[in-house]
């Protein structure tokens, strides 16, 4: 009897079981490669380089695994980053729970991802905490203090570094916009998201001029 983990005759080696009773066939390395795709948000290979080179080596059995549960792989060989996707079927389940994003964090999703186009031919790009926020000022309605406004605009920052990991900080309220926001929205989402967005700037500039009016007329 062949002993679990090596060669038979044949020459084929049998999968070792990592645990008792596990009836898996993947070795070790690949599963923590699916598992870390299916966690997210992506897996970078200049932060992962270990993770990432599994991955190149074994794509074939990965991408296959991931289509079982309805995913698709996503891979950026050039700037080195993966991630996983719902399956392109319309009768298929969502496998992957989309990121809760306010109106603030979308707004700001779009700003970086304008800014990594603009300035990717250039090298790494690195934007401002203050630079994002006042582009984004024009989104602070009437009935919202600034004081309330920062802390939103404080909690979007935080949620593209810590949690969607679009940014990785680089000290001094600055951040390096990571390339995979690139592949994260597709151009037809970016385009309806920023109409949205576009009116809602102007309806905002014309609630803000009418203020401004009614105070005039009172004031005469």
Same mark, same amino acid.
């Given at each position: ?20 009773? =596990? ?24 932060? !992962?380089? #270990? ?5 190149? $080596? *074994? ?12 995913? !698709? ?9 993966? @991630? ?18 306010? @109106?603030? *964090? ?7 991802? #304008? ?17 994002? @926020? ?14 309330? @406004?920062? $802390? ?8 593209? #570094? ?10 001094? =309220?600055?951040?390096?916009? $990571? ?6 929205? *597709?151009? =037809? ?8 967005? #576009? ?14 009016? *009614? ?6």
């Amino acid at each position: 009897m062949t002993d679990v983990g090596e060669v038979d005759a044949s020459g084929t080696e049998e999968a070792a079981g990592l645990w008792r009773g =596990d009836s898996g066939s993947l070795p070790d390395r690949t599963r923590r490669v699916l598992l870390r795709l299916v966690r997210g948000p992506y897996l970078s290979g200049a932060r !992962e380089a #270990q993770l990432w080179a599994v991955l190149l $080596s *074994d794509e074939a059995i990965i991408r296959s695994r991931l289509a079982e549960l309805f995913l !698709e792989l996503v891979l950026d060989r050039d700037n080195e980053f993966a @991630f996983v996707r719902n399956a392109p079927a319309d009768d298929a389940p969502r496998a992957v729970r989309s990121e809760a994003l306010t @109106f603030l *964090d979308t707004a700001m999703l779009l700003v970086l991802r #304008q800014t990594l186009l603009t300035e990717e031919g250039r090298g790494r790009v690195i934007i401002g905490q203050a630079e994002v @926020f006042e582009q984004l000022a024009v989104f602070r309605t009437t009935d919202r203090d600034e004081k309330d @406004f920062a $802390s939103r605009l404080n909690s979007s920052w935080n949620k593209m #570094q810590n949690k969607l990991r679009v940014l990785h900080a680089v000290g001094d =309220d600055r951040a390096e916009i $990571s390339p995979v926001l690139r592949l994260i929205v *597709d151009d =037809d989402q970016i385009r309806a998201i920023t109409d949205e967005y #576009q009116r809602i700037a102007r309806e905002g500039r014309r609630v803000v001029d009418t203020a401004a009016t *009614d105070d005039e007329d009172d004031a005469e």
